[in-house]
């Protein structure tokens, strides 16, 4: 069965501090892996579909890399108002969440 | 372009009443996606729509819910009767792509139901 872990559950930075989400997964034959955005209270807001390993694709503080197993959300120098949860899907057979990451960034 | 449209945004009912909820795709979308939402976790499947016609539906827990998209656009969502455990955001989804394609979803602000 498709899977998806990601980790850490929370996290919190400084302003200005980079770090990285993880996203593993196990999934017969993967057909795109995603990273959303999600603010309390409102949908998932996409930002990134990566397709094949050795893909990397970029959005103001944001960086998606895969890898075969595993992507990762690197964050370049937050702001507050990066805090939201971010969550990462797989499309294989059907289409599978991960439970999340919340970040906060405090100023 | 407007984006994906849900109502209500809250719903509060008692366990074995009924409710529905509605969604609006995006215009042109052939997509529609319905996933249940609890609170602290991922967006979890419900129904896959291509269309008007159902593509997977695997996850939907049939004996009581149930979901139609007349006319290939506009969809509803439909509980009878509820039990504790639906509380949870329902989340309606669309893509421009059909089944095989690239399909990046759009969501809409979703329905925060509890179920009392």
């Known amino acids: 069965e498709d899977q998806v872990t990601q980790s850490p559950e929370a996290l919190r930075l400084q302003e200005g501090e980079s770090s990285s989400l993880n996203c593993s997964y196990t999934?017969?034959?993967?057909?795109?892996l995603f990273w959303y955005r999600q603010d309390p209270g409102k949908g998932p807001e996409f930002l990134f579909t990566l397709y094949s390993a050795g893909e990397e694709k970029e959005k103001e503080r944001l960086k998606a890399t895969l890898t075969k197993k595993e992507s990762f959300l690197h964050i370049t120098a937050p702001k507050p108002e990066d805090s939201a949860t971010y969550l990462c899907a797989v499309r294989g057979n059907d289409m599978r969440f991960g439970a999340g990451t919340r970040l906060t960034v405090k100023p | 372009e407007a984006g994906v449209a849900q109502s209500p945004r809250y719903k509060i009912i008692e366990k074995r009443q009924s409710v529905a909820f509605w969604c609006n795709p995006i215009s042109g979308h052939a997509t529609l996606y319905w996933y249940q939402q609890i609170l602290g976790q991922g967006p979890k499947l419900l129904i896959q729509?291509?269309?008007?016609?159902?593509?997977?539906d695997s996850q939907l827990p049939k004996d009581r819910f149930s979901a139609e998209r007349l006319k290939g656009v506009d969809s509803t969502l439909k509980i009878q009767p509820a039990k504790l455990e639906d509380s949870a955001v329902y989340l309606c989804?669309?893509?421009?792509?059909?089944?095989?394609?690239?399909?990046?979803?759009?969501f809409g602000p979703g329905t925060r139901l509890t179920v009392l």
């Open positions: 989804a669309s893509s421009p792509h059909g089944v095989g394609g690239t399909d990046t979803q759009y």
């Open positions: 729509f291509q269309n008007n016609g159902v593509v997977d």
């Open positions: 999934v017969s034959g993967l057909r795109g």
